[in-house]
C-alpha cells in the first residue's frame, strides 16, 4: 500500500514524567490532531491522580479518547484496546485531522504500530483455574517464576501482581506450544499505517528526580483519599485498574500493612523501575526518532520543538495550521 493511501499517525512515546502530555497537546494544536491514549490505566474511571491523568485545563481544547472510558472492574485489555484506537485513528484520519498515540504502555502502541494479532488459546478453563489455584496457594511470585521458566521475555515484561496477564501469557504457551513473546516476534514488523514516532527521553537522574517530585504531588494532591474512595465503592487489589503503582501501596498503607512514608518510598521505587522497564521496552521498537529532553526540562525547549515540527510537517504536510 502506497503512503499516501494509508492513514497518518503519529505516536509520542517514552517513560513516565518524561513530558509526553504537555508536548502532545502543543503539537496536536499546530497540526490539527487529535489524541488517544496509549496508556493502559487512564482508561479507568476514578483513577485520576495515580495516573497523572490529564486535566480539562491541560487538555486546552483538543479532543481526547480511551480516557475515563470503564468502571475499574472492566477487564481492559491490548486487544480490546487495539480495536477501540484503531476505530478512532480511522475516524480521525476522515476528517483530515492527524490522530496521535500518546502513552508509556508498549504493548499497547506496539499493537497498532505493528499491528499484532493476539493469539487466541483455545478456552481452556481447566487450565486457567489451575494456574489461578496454583497462584492462590503458592504465591503469585512462584506463578511469575513458572512464567520466567518458559517465557523471560514477557515475565521481565510483566508485573508479578499483574495475574491475569501472567496467567494469560501462560496459557498461552500450554495451549499453542509456542511462547507469547514468540508469536509477536513471528508478526510482522512493518507498519500498516503513515507512521511517525517520537521518542522522548531524559538523562536518568533527572527522570528519576521528575518521578520523585510527581508522586510527592500525587499525595498532596489527594492519593490516598482517592483509593480510600475507590476502596469505599468495592474496588480493591483483584481488580488490575487496583494494582497499579501507587494505588497497590496505597492499599497496603491504609489497611495498616506499611506506613505512609513505606508506601511512598515503595511507589517512587516502582515508579522509577517501570520507568526502566519502558524505554527497554521502547528501544525494541523499530524507527523511533529519539528527542532528548534532558536539557529543555524546564522552559528551553526551542530546539526540540523546532526539529519535532520540521519532522512531523514532513511527513504529515497538508496538516499544518
Known sequence: ??????????VILGPTAVGKTSLSVQIAK???????????????????????????????????YLIDCYSPDHPFSAA????????????????????????????????????????????????????YLFAEQSGKEALHKRLADVDPIASKRLHVNDLKRVVRALEVYYSLGKTLSEILEEQQNSSSYNLLMLGLTMERSLLYERINQRVDIMIANGLVEEVQGLLDQGFDERYNSMQGIGYKEIIQ???????????????????????????????QIPDINWFDFTNNANENRTENIKSIYHLIAGYFASLQK
Open 1 to 10: 500500500m502506497s503512503e499516501q493511501m494509508r492513514d497518518n499517525l503519529l
Open 80 to 131: 480490546e484496546f487495539q480495536e477501540l484506537a484503531e476505530k478512532k485513528i480511522s475516524e480521525i484520519n476522515k476528517k483530515n485531522h492527524l490522530p496521535i498515540i500518546v502513552g508509556g504502555t508498549g504493548l499497547y502502541i506496539k499493537s497498532i504500530t505493528h499491528k499484532y494479532q493476539f493469539p487466541e488459546a483455545a478456552g481452556n478453563e481447566e487450565l486457567r483455574k489451575e494456574l
Open 253 to 283: 498503607y491504609l489497611r495498616g500493612e506499611i506506613t505512609l512514608e513505606q508506601a511512598i518510598f515503595l511507589i517512587k521505587q516502582g515508579s522509577r523501575r517501570f520507568a526502566k522497564r519502558q524505554l527497554s521496552w521502547f528501544r
Open 30 to 64: 499546530e497540526f490539527s490532531g487529535e489524541i488517544i491514549s496509549g496508556d493502559s490505566m487512564q482508561v479507568y474511571q476514578g483513577l485520576d491522580i495515580g495516573t497523572a491523568k490529564i486535566t480539562d485545563r491541560e487538555k486546552d481544547g483538543v479532543p481526547h
